[in-house]
């Protein structure tokens, strides 16, 4: 009965696909990838320039330094002084941000499309012509210190996560936090900023996203114009990466002030970038959705409904990344419920994974999901901007959504149980409690019996 | 609507003069852009009442094969009546329950199709959203579902007791941070006697005493037709929009609007609220009562705002307190209008030493500002900015759809968005300056704070320059 669904969508996609406007790539000499998504339904540009540089990029003492330079890129360059380049883009209508993540540093600029020279204009400028002034580092630093506090140092569930991320990840560069560990950061110097700016923010390491109102006859002089004159430079490497082998099972027990306690647990699991049979992926992907792919999924149903274990917990596959993925499950159980039977119950869910095959109306209901997700996707520029950005910084194919519906409607329940057992495994997984101190434990027990 | 534009071109080309003085010829393309008329298409908005009395608001759009429908009734919390959460639970258990439908047959239905199904719960409000292809093989059965969702919800026994722990949970949660907590103080301060004043997510106190018969008695009287808008956007006809409409119309609890409330008034004199926490930062919340839907006044205090705080970088707030001292990583000011209400807030979080000079440093800001009002440079900068940024506002179908939901809530005229266009293009300094003196009393704005110590207020000398020759700033010592 339910199996017409995933033909009907599959059929309907092709259609949206066929209709949706068309993608443009070049490279510039200088070694610049430029991708141009054309998207007609309203007037409007997004300008997203992405460079390979990321918190996995930084020497175990510097963490924090790609993201303060992410925050130094807003502050002098040749030609403009600090703020204007916001103040620029705010003059005309637009809005402006960037993000760092352990894979790559990304800026961004939303305009209506009369503005896209400017945008362009001044993310070239900060390309060409970063100038770091130590005064102003100082003074930066201490609002990313700002940052930090009010993300993570007031918020015992973050601090949490940020020590479970520690043991999670051992030894690559996802174990420290983007934002940098607060007395490393503290320390952090002009001249670090200056020679990452130096070594990573070359034309041959940046992607140039153009996505919205513009046609690629109307783009390419206007990049060739502001970008092709930037010297190519040295683009620098990075190490392959290839799926690490099992850290072995890791426990940590936390005592945060919190009120309600939590459960995190983690499996090292392959990737896209890592997998070496890309089929993992899919089928990662697919019981990851099986297991919290909505208000129908086993979590919701089993834990949440049914055993009412939990006032709330997710499961998710992240195999979008340079190094291995992760396979996270989360959790805060309900008043009177152990952190010790939550976890029974999460790995009980792993374990039925492991041996009964998913049942065929779950899986087209995953399926359903996503086929219409990429429907919805295009409803936005800035995610069909991000979207590409992503895949090229980390050298995936850009019509992987256009692939991604018939690769996953090719995973059959056997191989979901296959990368169950073969990933979901004890010594790849890392687990933490975070609990509230012993006295203020007993007060919330009391509150619960009231 | 394009010529409303076209009036803006001389202001456009002032800015364009001062910026040139102070940059030299960079940006070389900003003449180019300063000339350039913004598009701001005009949304084609078709409305209409159905048989029951909702008003419905509609807007075509073949770009995508999806439709979005959202209900917003006047059901938020401002209708709670005492009970506190009450409008938040029924809310959220919707979806649980209706007639020969358990939870679990109500979620596959939607996510076997694709289909999206929310509901959301503010103070004037309560919204019920759904997303679905447009496909009719989609359509079809999701608006089934979603019918009989809303024509018979059961709120079912066990699903209340579930989702009030879960509800109490996250208010357990809310208590180990410090920006929740501080945020109920500011609000129950400044809207002291006022529905506005009580916690829309309810309180330990209230939650376990809330039953499932006041539940069915809040949805029957508040998300009934005569009290719900019906905004949609996407791929369907006039025909199909009106049919849909119908349906839900025919589907919802007979009745009629809920009575306006009264409106807030303001603080007339300064409130000092402080709440300690082991925090590293304190959260400062400044703010008062001191707008509303349907102010004439509306307009320049939103373009002076933008000015003030709400322009982001090109805002006095953060250009004075983040940029050029590193007090803060964001701090903002804005108005949120309110159907009998709303107010004006600044909010920002500091490291504590440096608390008692930030909060000094932002009152002597809003001080000047309210006495002086903007300069005819910020304002054209202002202008320029809010006309630029207008296609963003309506670019895809979910921005789209907050607006028909805000425009059919509040009573605004279908062109409000182009009627807004052109009185910000005839908005004074004068105006602005008047309006926020009408309206603001600075030395009446509450003062709402949670971190280890209270902050206390300095004086600020007018050398406001200060800090940017100060060098490294106080939190270094």
């Not at chain 1, 607060?182 to 070359?202: D, G, I, N, T």
């Not at chain 1, 609990?435 to 509150?447: F, V």
Request: glycine letters at 8%; one cysteine or more.
């Amino acid at each position: 009965m339910k199996k017409w669904i995933a033909g009907l969508c599959l059929a309907l996609w092709a259609g949206v696909a066929g209709a949706s406007a068309p993608t443009h790539s070049f490279t510039l000499d200088n070694g610049m990838k430029v991708i141009v998504r054309e998207d007609h339904r309203a007037p409007v540009v997004t300008v997203m320039v992405w460079f390979k540089a990321g918190s996995i990029d930084e020497a175990p003492f510097e963490t924090g330094l790609a993201h303060v330079l992410e925050h130094m890129m807003f502050k002098g360059t040749e030609h403009l002084g600090p703020g204007d380049f916001s103040r620029l883009v705010a003059r005309y209508g637009g809005s402006d941000n960037a993000f760092t993540s352990y894979d790559y540093t990304a800026y961004y600029q939303q305009y209506e499309a009369s503005r896209l020279p400017l945008a362009l204009e001044l993310e070239a400028e900060r390309l060409g012509s970063l100038q770091i002034d130590d005064e102003e580092f100082h003074r930066e630093l201490q609002v990313v210190l700002e940052e930090r506090r009010m993300r993570t140092d007031d918020n015992p569930n973050a601090l949490a996560w940020e020590k479970f991320q520690a043991i999670a990840r051992p030894g690559t560069g996802y174990a420290h936090p983007v934002i940098g560990w607060r007395s490393l950061l503290a320390q952090l110097q002009p001249e670090q900023a200056r020679s990452w700016y130096q070594r990573f923010y070359v034309p041959g390491n940046a992607t140039l996203v153009i996505a919205g109102d513009v046609s690629r006859e109307q783009v390419e002089p206007l990049v060739e114009r502001f970008f092709s004159d930037l010297p190519a430079g040295e683009t620098p490497p990075r190490p392959e990466q290839s799926v690490r082998p099992a850290a072995g099972e890791r426990r940590l027990a936390l005592t945060m002030p919190v009120k309600v306690p939590a459960l995190y647990m983690l499996y090292n699991v392959p990737s896209l970038v890592t997998a070496d049979n890309k089929q993992d992926f899919y089928a990662l992907t697919m019981l990851a959705g099986v297991l919290d792919g909505g208000m129908s999924a086993r979590i919701e149903t089993d834990l949440v409904r049914g055993q009412k274990l939990v006032a709330g917990a997710g499961a998710s596959y992240s195999g979008i990344q340079r190094g291995d993925g992760t396979f996270t499950l989360s959790a805060a159980p309900n008043p009177e419920v152990s952190l010790e039977e939550v976890e029974a119950a999460l790995r009980e869910q792993i374990v039925r994974l492991q041996t009964t095959l998913p049942d065929e109306s779950e899986m087209a209901r995953v399926r359903a999901g996503v086929l219409a997700g990429q429907v919805y996707e295009k409803d936005s520029v800035m995610g069909q901007a991000m979207e590409l950005g992503t895949l090229s910084t980390l050298g995936l194919n850009l019509d992987l959504s256009e692939t991604f519906a018939d690769e996953l409607a090719r995973v059959t329940p056997e191989e979901v149980q296959r990368v169950a057992r073969e990933w979901l495994v004890p010594e790849r997984l890392a687990v933490a409690y975070v609990t509230p101190p012993a006295e203020q434990q007993q007060r919330s027990t009391l509150e619960a019996t009231q | 609507m394009k010529r409303l534009i076209k009036g803006a071109l001389l202001p456009v080309l002032a800015v364009l003069l001062s910026a040139c003085q102070s940059m030299g010829a960079f940006p070389t393309t900003e003449a180019q852009v300063a000339a350039s008329e913004p598009q701001a298409p005009a949304l084609d908005i078709q409305s209409w009442q159905t048989a029951e009395g909702a008003r419905v608001l509609f807007v075509a759009s073949d770009a995508l094969p999806m439709l979005d429908v959202r209900l917003v009734m006047a059901a938020g919390s401002s209708r709670d009546n005492g009970v506190a959460g009450l409008s938040s639970l029924t809310s959220a258990l919707l979806g649980e329950g209706a007639a020969g439908l358990n939870v679990d047959d109500i979620s596959r239905g939607f996510e076997d199709h694709g289909a999206q199904f929310d509901v959301g719960s503010y103070r004037d409000m309560g919204v019920v959203e759904l997303r679905t292809l447009s496909d009719p093989e989609f359509r079809d059965p999701v608006l089934t579902l979603f019918n009989q969702v809303i024509a018979t919800p059961s709120f079912p026994q066990d699903a209340l007791d579930r989702i009030r722990t879960q509800m109490m949970q996250g208010l357990r949660m809310e208590q180990q941070v410090p920006g929740p907590q501080v945020k109920k103080a500011y609000m129950a301060t400044v809207f002291a006697g006022h529905p506005y004043g009580e916690p829309s997510d309810g309180t330990l106190a209230t939650l376990p005493a809330i039953t499932r018969e006041q539940l069915v008695e809040f949805y029957n009287t508040y998300y009934a037709a005569g009290n719900t808008v019906i905004a949609m956007v996407g791929d369907v006809s006039r025909e199909q929009a009106e049919q849909i409409a119908g349906q839900i119309s025919q589907s919802l609890p007979e009745g009629g609007a809920a009575p306006p409330q009264s409106r807030a008034q303001a603080l007339t004199e300064r409130k000092h609220e402080h709440i300690n926490f082991p925090s590293a930062q304190t959260h400062i919340l400044l703010g008062n009562q001191a707008t509303w839907r349907g102010n004439p006044d509306h307009v320049a205090l939103y373009v002076g705002n933008m000015v003030l705080g709400g322009g982001g970088f090109a805002s006095i707030l953060t250009d004075e307190v983040r940029q050029k001292r590193g007090y803060v990583y964001g701090i903002g000011s804005g108005f949120s209008a309110m159907a009998s209400g709303g107010p004006f807030q600044v909010s920002f979080k500091t490291a504590n030493e440096n608390a008692d000079d930030a909060l000094s440093l932002t009152l002597k800001l809003i001080d000047d500002f309210v006495e002086s009002g903007p300069t005819e440079t910020q304002l054209e900068e202002a202008r320029t900015s809010i006309l630029g940024s207008f296609a963003l506002g309506t670019a895809d179908n979910s921005d789209i759809i907050g607006q028909l939901g805000a425009i059919g809530f509040y009573d605004l005229p279908l062109d409000y968005l182009q009627w807004f266009n052109q009185q910000v293009q005839n908005v004074t300094t004068n105006d602005i300056r008047e309006a926020f003196q009408r309206h603001l009393v600075p030395a009446n704005l509450a003062i709402i704070s949670i971190g280890p110590q209270a902050p206390e207020v300095k004086a600020v000398g007018d050398d406001l320059q200060a800090g940017e020759q100060g060098g490294v700033v106080d939190g270094e010592k």
